[in-house]
């Protein structure tokens, strides 16, 4: 391919590179010039992880063709400030916290850096339009509009410099706003994750995947890839030295697809090559034959006679059952005045980690096979990984490097072992980054869920009887798909003491997008049926929603659905916290928020009308017309 | 993945058409580029390569713009920022502004031109309602003998479909004459999944001017996306209300009709129900731009509910 | 009617902390090193929740330095004791309490030492923020010094913990068990803005009241909070990972939508302690309760506001409208 010369500004140094004329900006950066604080969340401007200055302007650099740096002066959040320092801007993310998994604070810290150069004295709402390009999936992102304020405000000189530093010190740690140890490497970019990181020698990885959701594998042909000069290894389930076989709680996944795929996306072969444009060339010179099979796309067509079996060893498709009985259900709704039934529906939810999956894995001088990754479970990757790879458990080291945002979704060994068998192959390091949309069909999501509530109650609000039943989609895989049931299934009914209840959670097998460990594993789905029902019984009971949670919450030495005995029970207390906090104004929860006098205060935000920014210049050309 | 041979920067707009008139068949002329990365991934184009990449953003003739008269030329380069930031361009084109602050984000308004979003006529292309209550008419360059010879048409019937437009090979689109309508008050509704870097399901552009008694619309235009295969001018409702009394049984009257208009191929429904809701939000907003009072949260009802 | 209608709801939720209806268990190292620093070796790093932080301030505080002088390692099966798996809500709870154990036995080392050196009860000695003395005497130097002593007596002051949380399994049938030692409960109101002809549902406030045990650092707890609370309502409005006969149809950030920054309410926290008498520290955790009540604390409260049950989430615009204009029918046929 012809080269691109390219001159330009990085940080105040003149540069000068020879690139291929497909690289983006980003690439430029990132791979050339090892600027890796900024980063690469998505690949289609669509996250702001890769936010750099051109000529002064914040831009996407995933959208711009590195063509366009000719002449071009970049600043990244590296050029910020100077080695060892902090700008105002970087010191108070590190003090209020804004940073948690780190991956978007470079990108957040260029745009609030953006934001206040463009508008040294702009509101809350002009900062949160102006940052509205920019994701973060941990922090909620109210600690990063705080930060952004006190830095305006420091900026501005209408707050002390001292206004950045930690809370002052306490007569104990334990209590005290102790700032993170970890942000001055987060908010100045200077973090390796996986992604970041390179080694001598390092080979890159492409996987090819499953354009089909349930088909037999009739033949891989590796060999026109195996050709391709540049490749130095293709490997598929062949390789697999051990018992091939992961999972949270059943070891139902290989590796790589073996002898069948089950979902769109599965890995079926993967390349390792000098660099990520031959692998992903040798992807697809690999010739893979199909037999499509018929397909389970719904949880409720799963259990269906005759239905399609997505693993030999389940043929009725059913995961996990967990059940939880406790009294007499039917004793307890002929106590009732009235029954309340209905049904409740949650979606598959993508976890959304800024930082996609990536890893290196080599076998180092005493032969341990060594997989560096933002695994969320080293220990139980680890034991897997030895069984699969036929090696002692000290011949298998993993490292977790720093995890740009997990949230269940990086317990699952979904890539793993793919490295670590290239690594055994080629005595090479190997690294694998995967793009958003492999990270959004290959990785678990939470579980989308059924359920069928019945629920009976007196008069005077206290619930006594309650029958619960979800049905959850767990997709190609096990993964975390029993324990997701069982804790449902555990908290199912809420915090409320519940003499008579019958709960049901079942997970099937399907081909959709494996289900698996999302916070709250179940919890959530759970509840959410459970807090809707409380209300719509405190609608027909005419009672405060506040009132019937406290006549059935639970206290100390109530049995718990699973008939446990509590020794303390705090929901009493926070009930009444929130209630207190928010001013509530009591009543039934009768359609009455025309009515209600507590709408509106202090502790709440202003509704987004898009402008604000546009609405204050307009107001300044204004005054600026009054003034001439 | 993205990939080409040949990424081509052309300096004056000769150079450009000539280089695009030579490209390789596949190659393809881009701006801002914002829209060409984020295609050429999987669940879309997929990895694509292109033999040429042909940019114009550093044609000295493309930049900037001019005031004509009663209107503007916006070259190609005119990025969505300039519409949020340019005093006099507030000022000449009062609903560009609002559409802008609503374009994608603050960092790819900094690359994403109006024309690219005029050539790339999506459906749900923030920029053409606005463009189309301006009167648009785009401009194409093309090389003849040697020379550059332009054509106009409106954007109206410059965009044909979705996707589709009467650009013709070798024709790259120079610039975008609007109507300057100081005075007008103007406003843009969009409602998607969320209110930042989000893809309209339906968005609605208005200019409004009253008499010097503020009770009777003098001239009002309307337009409106993403209810069909392209952005349309509500020509008929304006007729309803031009030279007509500002009544809100008036405006509510207007609204109903461009229900009829969603021919959408999904969530038809939901367009229809939003469609007259905004048309009467649009002319409120744009009223309000021009000075009304705005409507407290109680007497801001809709009427047609 | 108007265009845009509010309302409230509420929604209160329980938890179960550490791995469910199993013993959970953690290992750590601690050693208090050379210039009174210290040095705590655990088989877990950040995911973002605060953690080495936390054990910052944990071994700071068991061994009488401040946080910034504890280094904290390493992530590593082959270099550190096992910690297993980063979720579950059970960094503070296992890692904190065994890193507090290892700081513990660490730290007597040293007292046991110095106790002999200073000739007083061991029993007396203190040591907080880089000092150590014995109360009701004079006796006071710094843990640099300390250290320094105790090691030129032959003693490097080192220390082990384990921790265990004793949870049962369930029975097969019935489902009886206890699986957790620890429970925490929250409870989350909502104050909602519906927009009556887009659907558009804007989440203007949370009051999310959480009891976590014991905050060790109050403003990480806002941070789990906060962070649960948005994805929360990501889930409650906006997000929804969909397939067409196994296919991703939504398959980037373009087409499923998270929160951004104009989407946030403003979140009050609340934290309330209730702390864990089965633990040396106390707290408990607060990493997944955050997000259990938030979607249907803004489902109840788009109820109060329009009168309108979202049963299915998300709560789309599209959805939200088409549930009202049913209503308005039904309304209508009634009338």
Known sequence: MPDLNIDFTVNGRKVARKVDPSRRLLDLLRDDLTLTGTKEGCGAGECGTCSVFVDGKLVKSCLMPAAKAQGADIETVEGLAAPGELTPVQRAFHKTGASQCGFCIPGMVMAATSALRENPNAGIEEIKERMGGNICRCTGYTKIFEAVEIARDVIAGKLPQTALNQDGAASSFIGHNTRRLDAPSKVSGRLKYAGDMDMQGMLHMQVLRSPHAHARIVKIDTSRAEALPGVHCVITSEDVPGTDGFGVFVHDQPIMARGKVRHVGEAVAAVAADTVRIAREATRLIEVEYEELPGLYDPEDALKEGAPVIHDYAADNVVKHIPVRKGDIEKGFAEADIILTDDFSTQQVEHAYLEPEAGIAYVDHDDVVTVISPSQNITHHRHMLSHIIDKPINKVRFIMSPVGGGFGGKEDMIYQGMLALAAMKTHRPIKLVFTREESFIASAKRHPSRTHYKMGLTRDGRITAIEFSMLSDGGAYGMSSEGVMRKAAILSCGPYEIHNLKVDTRVVYTNNTPSGAFRTFGGMQAQFATESMMDMAAEKLGLDPFEIRRRNMMKAGSLTHTQQKLNSASIGTVLEAAEKACRWESGAPTVRGETRGDLGGPDTRQPCTLGARFAEAATQIEKAKVAS | ?305 | MKRKLKGRGVAASWYGIARTATIDRAGAWAELDDGGTAKVVTGVTEIGEGILTLLSQVAAEELGVRPEQVTIGDNDTARSPEAAHAGATRQTYMIGNSVALACREARSRLFDEMSKVWDVPVDDLRSFDGFLWAENTNKRITMEEAVDTCKKRGVVPVGSGSFTAHGTGLDPVDGTGSPWQAYVFGTQVAEVEVDTITGEVQVLGIWAAHDVGRAINPRGVEGQIEGGVVQGLGQALMEDYQTQDGHAVTHGFAKYILPTSLDVPQINSIVVEDPDPLSPLGAKGIGEPALVPTAPAVMNAIYDAIGVRIRDLPATPEKVLAALQEKRREAQTAA
């Open chain 2, 1 to 305: 993945m993205l990939t080409c041979d040949t990424y081509l920067m052309p300096t004056t707009l000769k150079d450009a058409l000539q280089v695009w008139a030579d490209a390789p068949e596949g190659s393809r002329l881009v701006a801002g580029a914002t829209d060409i990365l984020p295609w050429a991934r999987d669940g879309r184009a997929g990895d694509v390569h292109l033999p040429c990449m042909v940019d114009i953003t550093r044609v000295s003739e493309l930049q900037g713009y001019e005031v004509q008269g009663d209107r503007v030329r916006l070259n190609a380069n005119m990025v969505f920022q300039q519409f949020l930031e340019d005093e006099t361009l507030i000022r000449l084109l009062p609903n560009m502004p609002y559409c802008a602050a609503w374009f994608a984000d603050d960092q790819i308004r900094q690359q994403a031109t109006l024309v690219g979003n005029i050539v790339n006529a999506s459906p749900a292309g923030d920029g053409l309602p606005p463009v189309l209550t301006l009167n648009g008419e785009i401009e194409l360059a093309r090389l003849q003998d040697g020379a550059v010879v332009t054509r106009r048409l409106p954007v109206a019937d410059f965009v044909t479909g979705p996707g589709r437009t009467e650009l013709d090979a070798g024709e790259i689109a120079t610039a975008v004459y609007v109507d300057a309508m100081e005075g007008y008050g103007g406003s843009f509704q969009k409602v998607g999944m969320r209110r930042s870097l989000v893809i309209s399901a339906v968005c609605c552009a208005a200019l409004v001017r009253t008499d010097a008694s503020g009770k009777v619309f003098e001239d009002i235009r309307l337009s409106i996306g993403g209810i069909g295969p392209r952005p349309i001018r509500l020509h008929d409702i304006e007729e309803m209300l031009r030279g007509q009394e500002m009544t809100r049984e008036l405006v509510a009257q207007a609204s109903l009709k461009p229900a009829e208009l969603v021919a959408s191929r999904s969530r038809v429904e939901y367009r229809r129900a939003v469609t007259s809701g905004f048309v009467e939000a649009a002319i409120e907003d744009a009223l309000v731009a021009l000075g009304a009072p705005k409507p407290e949260p109680e007497q801001r009802e809709t009427l047609n509910a």
